[in-house]
Every structure is written in C-alpha cells, then in structure tokens.
C-alpha cells in the first residue's frame, strides 16, 4: 500500500545506511554519518535518569552493578538538560540534508491521503528496523517526521524487529470469538506495589474477561511457572497478555521475566505455550517493566502481531501512570498504536515535571503484516454477525447495490417507473387540469421551415430575421416573459441582415417592458451566450440563462454560486415571470437602462419579496436531503405547455386566438427537426422517454419541450424527489430480515403457512408499489420499487424452501 513504508536504519562503524522501501519493489537509500557525540549524549542521558528514578520501585535489576547515589546533584535538573541536548542533536541528525528525499518521499504520502480525503482517519505507517540494537535504544518515536512540510496528516512511527521468522502477525488459527480475553500475569512485586495495576487492567471488565495469574507466598517457584505456563496455554485463548513486574534484557534467551522473588524465566523458556496461544488468537502482549526490546523483538520473531515494551528501567509510579492511561485509551475503543501515543503524550504534558523523561521509554513494536489491535464492542459485533446475509442474500445486495450505483441502469428503471406512472395517472384519471399551462412553447417545426421557404443556407445557423418576425409577432400579442433557446455568439452573414433584424425587434419588444432572455451555456466559470459585439442586445436591459441540464433531473441553481452571475434558464423564467406577479415596482427593461438588469432585477426581488407566496418558495427552493428534483415526464405536455407552431402565430393575424400568451411564459425553441442542430451532425433533441411516448407516441424530446416542462415545475413548485435505491435497499434488507426472524417462530405451525408467506409476501411488494406510485402524485416523492421489491422478496422467500424453521 501506498501509505505503508519500511525504514531500516543499520549502522556499520561510523555510518548509518538508511533504507526505505514500499509499494512493489519501490526504495529510497541514503548514507549519512553517525555524529560523534550522540552516543555520549545517550549515555550523559541514561546516567541523568537512573540517577532521578534510582530506587527500590525501579522495576528492573541494578544497571552495570549500581553507582554510589549522589546527594548534593539536583539530577531533576541535569536530567531535563540531558533530554534537552540530546533531542536536539538526534533531531539536528535526522533533519541532514542526506535523508531530505526520504523524509519527504514520506511526507508527501501523508499529504496525499488528506488531499484525497480531508477528514481521513488514516494515517502513514512506518515501521522502523534497527540494527544492532544500540540504535533501537534511542527514542525514533519523538522523530518529528513531516514537520518541516506542514504535514497534517498522521505519520505513525511502528517499530519492527531486525529478524522475524514468522510469515505473519495474524494469528494462523480461527480467530477468536466473543468478548475479548486478557491475561494478566503479576510477577515478582518484591519492592512494587501493583495494586493500581490490577485495578487499571479490572477497568476493562466491561468489555473485557480478565484473569489474573500470579506468585502467592505459599507457592514454590515450581508451581508459579506450571501455574503461569498453564494460564498461557489455555485452550479458550487470549486476545492480550499483559504482565507487570522486574524484567532485563538477555540477549540469548530473548528477555527475563521476574515471576517471584528469586524466580525468572526466560521467552525462550515458555515459547511453545506462547505460540499455542498465538494459534488461539493471542495477538497482543503489553510488558509494564523494564528493559523489553529483547522481549520485543521475541515475541514478534515469534508471530505476535504487537508487543508494548519499556526500553529502559521504568520507575514503579511511572509504568503505572503510564498503564491507566494506555488503558483508558483501548478502553474507549482506541487503536493499540492511539493508546501507546496518549498514554506518552499524557507523561509528556501533563507529568513532564515530575516523571521527566518517562514519555521516551514506552514503545510499540509490530509485525509488519498486522492490523493493529483494538477491543471491538462485543455485543453489537456480535449482533451484526448474527444480522450478516446469507450467501443467496449477499448476492442479492451486491447486484442489487451494484445495479443501485450504476447509471444506465438507474436511467433505464427511472425510465420505467416514470412509464408506469404516466399509466397509472391515466388509469386512475389523476391529470391535473384545473388551469391552463402557464408555459406557451413557440416551435419552429418542420412544417414552419417549409412553410416559409428558408433556404438551406438560413436553417443552420436559423435565419436570425425569422426569429425578429417571432418576435414582432409575440409583441403585437403583448407577451410578457420570453424565452429565445438560441445562441447569438457570433455573426450571421446569411442573410447579412439577420443580426440588424433581431437587434431591432428585440429593442421594440424590450421598449414594451417585455422581458427577454437569451439562452447561454455553462461554462465552468461563467455563462457564454449572446455576444453584445453583434448589436442584437445589452445586458442592461435583457436576461441570459444558462440551458445546460441533465435527462431527468430538475435544473436548480447551484447553491454555491450566486444567480446573479450563473443561473438556469428555466429557473430565471420562472423567477421573472413570479416577480412580475407579486411585485408591483419593479424595474422594467428600457433600452435606456445603463445598470445590469439581471443584478437590479434579482436584488429587487430579495428587498421586497414577501415572507410568504410563490415567490418566497420560489427563492427558497432547495435540495431536500441533497436530492436532485426530477423532471415529471408523466404529466401530459399539454398539461404543462401549449405548443403552437412557429408557422401557426405567423399566419394567423388574429390575436384573439392566442389569448393567454400575454400570461405565459413564452419560450421560442427548435422543433423536431433533425436539420436544426446545436452542433455539426448533433440535432437539438434526445430519445423521448417512455412517459412521454405513452402521451404522444413521439420519438424524440426537443430541448425546448425539455426547459418547458422545468419552467412550469418551477411556476407551479412541482418538485419530485427520487428517493435512492441504496437507501430503500438497506432498508428492505433489514425489513427482510425481521420478517424472516418472526416468520421462523410460526412457519413450522401450520402446514399452509408456506403458501401463506408466498401470498403475503407478494402482497406486500404489489402494495408497496401502487403506495409508490400514489405517493408520488400525493406527496411528490418518487420511491423505487424494482431493486428494493428484489432484496426483500430474496430474503423472505427462501424461506419457504426450507423444511425445518425451528
């Protein structure tokens, strides 16, 4: 993985080899010097902290055969003032210039993963090798890795042993199952106290079984080890192996434990009922004593996933500060790694004067190939287990998730259930049609084009002096609102007066108060639509539009971005259209205006708006739960708009026979014709849905027909809201498996009930899905039935098959 590295740091005389190695195959060296004087300052350090802590609570044996203790030294003192010179030059050495490259490589894997994900909880792991072991003395935890790059991210600093002979830290056996176990061994406690040990380690009694093992004073030292050997090797098995007391390094045996006075024993003594525990789930072993990396590096070579270890004499108060607050940590749910790092940054800040030091001495080694441990809340794993699909039912949620996600096929249902509903409408005579369409579609049809004898030449581009006909046409019939789904963006040289023609007709219609507005299309800054280079309008006094939407869904304005500078055409038609009916002083277009309309017009409508009426929802529109409203294709189009051909309204010179478009919203658009194309080869029209070829037997749906259907949903704040596939199939899923649940109590009562549960269960998709589909004219809420219809009867019927319910 990409954010796992490996770091071995090898020193041969004077030189240290720094490897870094991740990925496939992938690897970073640099060689740098190794400075003279950490060693010495290692030492000044070791010797400044024996000094403060030496006493008979150290849980370790005397170092080097003791020194005569000094009275007259303040050793708190020149204990901070070795830290403080040895941090500094171990910092100093792994800022050199030679390790740049490795220490961004890693830094820059940290940056990726909050780049890819702000809020991500994971984090950089780099396990750390050292060799020989005088260099995994020093305290690489405090390594201020990513520091100099402003890293945000986590970067965890792991140790790894030199040599593992074990394939992985996960345990080869069955994983255990239930509550988490822990056994705590209480070894020598001559000169300690572990009463606040035991009672760190009983705090996790509610989430974990703990069991303690220990030296009694009637005990020979023959019975403590076969008493101890035998916890260990319990066949229930242990999640985590804590033990408390003296213990040393011994480089031959992998470490010593002090188990009684007098009385030790050595990993490699107990190795086999250690690795028996292993196979039965032991993965962690925590060590509150001192000098561990022998035992460390034991226990992992062993296979244990992660070992907890002081590296040097731990004081007895210190290693149980340290275990209450380690404690606490897994008692929340914490990872091993969260645990350790807040139990070292609580001696670090909030015990720094009294326990100087003590933050450098706990570590955390791992296998590489582990997961690092956390206690999992037994009961609801174990509830989720229980609650876990069948392998019928697994399937059955993947494809049904899959599908859920996929978007042909979510088109292709959506274009369905919109068919069904366009029926179910028609069956049950559910058509609202209590008022005439707020929206008058002006279609420049075939038969328009034939009609008035365009050439060729004036179809694409449009002769720009047929739409200024239009135009004058809609101002002798005093239109209010139009709506041009053209593009002016550059000149028409055919005919030559086309671009004059339409500058002149849309200054009549603007000096009427008429309000226009161009079509545009979205660009990812800014809208590109009519060029006021050509004469043919000012943004003084007319509207532009965006016309850029998807099949389906409702084009709403972008929350983030203010309608003053992007805006749906729809949505603006709609907008103006409102305001001219609520606001009585509102600015009106003149082509004497010198301020931008779009921007008076808007702030107008939010300084006298009322706090109620179409208007205010019109503003208010927003996007429940983040859901894309859906264009409602199962209403009628002549219940949503009335299509007049462009031919019709200039033919007929009777004005009586249009009497509502000076109330509508006007949209002048394309036909169905293929040679009126957005684009070379690329007609102003798509496949018509389902819904609509069951109204009007149509193959295609013109952009026009389109943004009329989106302007009379926003005129009438007709707004459907698909409810998610993946939201109803999680819920049939779990509806399914209650119903299973009390089905299997009464199933195997009476001999009919299998044919009963069939019935019934069929019973509940078919109403289900004639509830969806009267919820959608009732409540405008649109909820998918096919897949969640699929997940629940995958998980009921089966049942049916089964000869024992018991």
């Known amino acids: 993985m990409k954010h796992i590295f490996n770091l071995k740091v090898q020193k041969v005389e004077q030189i240290c080899l720094f490897e870094l190695s991740w990925g496939k195959g992938q690897r970073l060296t640099a060689q740098v010097d190794f400075p003279d004087d950490l060693t010495s300052l290692y030492q000044e350090w070791q010797r400044a902290y024996f000094y403060f802590y030496q006493s008979d609570q150290m849980r370790g044996k005397a170092i080097g055969g003791g020194v005569a203790k000094l009275t007259v030294t303040d050793w708190h003192a020149e204990l901070v003032k070795a830290e ?32 890819v994900n702000p809020d991500t909880t994971e984090a950089v792991q780099l396990f750390l090798t050292c060799a020989p072991i005088e260099m995994d003395r020093f305290p690489w935890e405090a390594w201020e890795l990513g520091t100099e790059f402003a890293t945000t991210g986590a970067i965890q600093i792991i140790r790894a042993p030199l040599n593992i002979k074990a394939e992985t830290g996960v345990s080869p056996g069955k994983p255990r199952q239930g509550r988490a176990r822990i056994l705590a061994i209480l070894g020598d406690d001559t000169g300690l106290n572990f009463q606040a040990d035991k009672e760190a380690v009983q705090s996790l009694i509610k989430i974990a079984e703990v069991q303690f093992v220990g030296w009694q004073p009637e005990q020979t030292p023959t019975q403590v080890i076969q008493q101890i050997t035998d916890a260990i090797a319990d066949e229930r098995g242990w999640d985590v192996l804590f033990f408390a007391g003296h213990s040393n390094e011994t480089e031959m045996t992998g470490g010593e434990l002090g188990i009684a006075p007098g009385v030790s024993i050595s990993i490699k003594e107990i190795a086999s009922q250690l690795s028996a525990a292993r196979k039965r789930g032991l993965q962690v072993a925590i060590f509150n004593s001192c000098s561990g990396l ?15 270890v002081m590296r040097e004499p731990i004081h007895n108060r210190v290693a149980q500060e340290f275990l209450v607050r380690f404690l606490q940590g897994l008692a929340k749910y914490q990872g091993i790694y969260e645990a350790v790092m807040g139990a070292r940054q609580f001696l670090r800040m909030e015990k720094s004067h009294t326990y100087p030091s003590s933050y450098l001495v706990p570590s955390l080694f791992c296998h590489p190939d582990a997961k690092l441990f956390r206690i999992l809340p037994f009961g609801l794993r174990q509830r989720i287990r229980r609650s876990a699909p069948n392998f019928i039912e697994a399937i059955a949620l993947t494809v049904s998730v899959a599908l859920g996600v996929l978007p042909p096929f979510q088109e292709f249902l959506l274009d369905s259930r919109m068919y069904v509903q366009a029926a179910y409408r028609s069956v049950t005579t559910q058509i609202p049609n209590d008022k005439a369409p707020p929206v008058a579609l002006i279609e420049i049809d075939t038969a328009s084009i034939y009609r008035s004898q365009l050439p060729n030449s004036q179809i694409h581009p449009f002769s720009r002096t047929y739409i200024s006909k239009l135009l004058d046409r809609l101002n002798t019939l005093n239109a209010g609102v139009v709506g041009l789904d053209f593009l002016f963006d550059t000149p028409q040289t055919n005919p030559a007066s086309g671009d004059a023609d339409l500058g002149k007709s849309v200054r009549r219609l603007v000096d009427k108060n008429t309000w226009l507005i161009f079509a545009a299309l979205l660009e990812p800054d800014r809208e590109v639509g009519t060029n006021e280079a050509l004469g043919i309008n000012k943004w003084n006094w007319t509207l532009q539009g965006y016309v850029d939407s998807y099949n389906y869904f409702l084009e709403l304005p972008d929350p983030k971005r203010d309608c003053r500078q992007v805006c749906p055409i729809s ?30 017009l808007l702030d107008t409508i939010q300084q006298k708006k009322s706090q109620k009426g179409d208007l205010a929802n019109l503003l208010n529109l927003k996007r429940p739960l983040g859901l894309e409203p859906l264009v409602d294709f199962s209403l009628p189009p002549q219940n949503v708009y009335t299509k007049i051909p462009a031919w019709q309204l200039m033919e007929n010179p009777d004005i009586n026979k249009f009497p509502l478009i000076s109330k509508q919203v006007v949209l002048v658009a394309a036909g169905n014709d293929e040679r009126l194309v957005i684009a070379p080869g690329q007609a102003d029209r798509t496949s018509a849905p389902s819904a609509t070829v069951f109204w009007t037997k149509q193959e295609w749906l013109t952009g026009g027909e389109s943004l009329a259907y989106m302007t009379q949903h926003f005129l009438t704040r007709h707004l459907v809201i698909p409810i998610p596939d993946l939201w109803l199939i999680g819920l049939a899923a779990i509806l399914g498996r209650i119903t299973v649940f009390l089905l299997k109590k009464k199933s195997s009562i009476d001999p009919t009930y299998r ?11 078919v109403f289900y899905g004639l509830l969806g589909l009267q919820l959608y004219i009732s409540a405008a809420v649109l909820l998918p039935w096919f897949l969640p219809s699929s997940v629940f009867l995958t998980y009921v019927l089966p049942i049916t098959r089964r000869r024992n319910h018991v």
Do not use: C
Request: aromatic share 6%.
């Open 84 to 115: 403080t010179k040895l941090m500094y030059e171990f910092h100093r050495w792994l800022r050199s210039a030679e390790l740049f490259e490795i220490r961004s490589h890693i830094a820059q894997a940290s940056q990726e993963l909050v780049k």
């Open 294 to 308: 022998n035992i460390a590096n034991s226990l992992i070579d062993l296979g244990f996933s992660q070992v907890v």
């Open 571 to 600: 949505y603006l038609m709609a907008l103006t259209q409102t305001a001219r009916q609520e606001i009585t002083d509102l600015p009106q277009p003149q082509t004497n205006r010198t301020t931008n309309l779009r921007t008076q």
């Open 755 to 765: 044919t009963k549960i069939i019935a019934i269960s069929t019973g509940v998709v």
